[in-house]
């Protein structure tokens, strides 16, 4: 069967920029909806109101996570496009995969914020952003081994950036194991995990 010729047409990166650009604003506006305040009376005593907003604190929690979670995963996603010099129909169905579950996240973080420590909510929250983190990492492996990346930019920051990229599948997915058996411990099998792949990269660099 003949190779389809228009797989391999060199697209401009710039609307593939702005689609990711506008769906990350829009997630990381959605994600403060959840936050609704308190149904109570004007003229509700102050410790009755201090009470309702104790009572949302899970979802305070996971909107602040996940924020710091998107910027970071934007950030990442911003920097490779610094590398790649053009994108391909494939790279773009790659982000259009990566975008979806990007979009789910408000969800995921209600789901979170219903659920704190309950195996149903952590698990689809970590799943899902899992997920995101692979849609990123496929994203750059794909440009990497099709030669859409300029390497001889800098090297070096390539290489780093490869290593940031790596290492958040690695920490969602030993989150998510964690959230079948302990969900209370899952957000610090996360952090133990970014750790670790920290000391290793700063050790790697000396």
Known sequence: MPEN???????????????SDGLFAIVMTLLVLELKVPELPRNVDQAEILHKLREMWPAFFSYVVTFIIASSIWLLHHLTFHFIRHTTR?????????????????????????????PVGMFFYFGNQTLVTLGLFAH?????RHDL??????????KRLGVRIAMLPAGFSGAFLMA???????????????????????????
């Open 5 to 19: 010729p228009i797989s391999h047409v060199a697209l401009s990166k710039g609307r593939l920029e702005a689609l």
């Open 90 to 118: 494939a790279l773009c169905w790659i982000n259009l995969m990566f975008l979806m579950f990007v979009s789910l996240l408000p969800f995921s973080t209600a789901m979170m914020g219903h659920f704190l420590n309950r």
């Open 140 to 144: 750059w492996q794909y440009a990497l």
């Open 149 to 158: 990346v300029n390497v001889d930019v800098d090297a070096r920051s390539v």
């Open 180 to 206: 079948l058996y302990r969900p209370d411990f899952a957000i610090f099998a996360l952090l133990l995990v970014m750790l670790a792949f920290r000391v290793w990269e700063r050790r790697s660099k000396s």
